[in-house]
């Protein structure tokens, strides 16, 4: 049974074709890093929780609860760059405070 090389390049190139599109779709999938983020909405409201009821509470106390009640191991900067994304800020966690037109005057006071 003979091949022709015209059908073999055929295969050869819808096999390509096939395999980049699979390629290109899980890269679609992915985040901008390559790999997936370790906490998800469960862990961070756990963190918000703890930077709420206990403001003084240090990020790697928080990285250890996480570990210990989840098995889930962060770094403390990670803590810190959640704390910071939620718009919390300072040594004591705390919103910052929304200044406009109508509280202006009280504020500065």
């Known amino acids: ?8 390049i055929n295969r050869r190139l819808q096999y390509n074709i096939l395999l980049k599109d699979t390629v290109s779709f899980k890269n ?3 985040d ?3 790999t997936p983020p370790k906490l998800n909405h469960l ?3 756990n963190i918000m929780d703890n930077a709420q009821d206990n ?9 250890a609860d996480l570990k ?3 098995n889930v191991q962060v770094k ?11 718009s919390y800020n300072g040594r004591a966690v705390r919103k910052t405070p929304c200044i406009n037109l109508c ?7």
């Open 55 to 63: 403001p003084r509470i240090s990020d790697p106390r928080v990285a």
């Open 32 to 34: 901008r890093s390559q």
């Open 43 to 45: 862990h961070q409201r």
């Open 1 to 8: 049974m003979k091949i022709s090389v015209k059908s073999l």
């Open 28 to 30: 679609l999938r992915r």
């Open 76 to 86: 403390p900067q990670t803590v810190r760059n959640l704390i910071i994304k939620t």
């Open 68 to 70: 210990a009640d989840y």
């Open 103 to 109: 509280n202006e005057e009280n504020a500065s006071s």
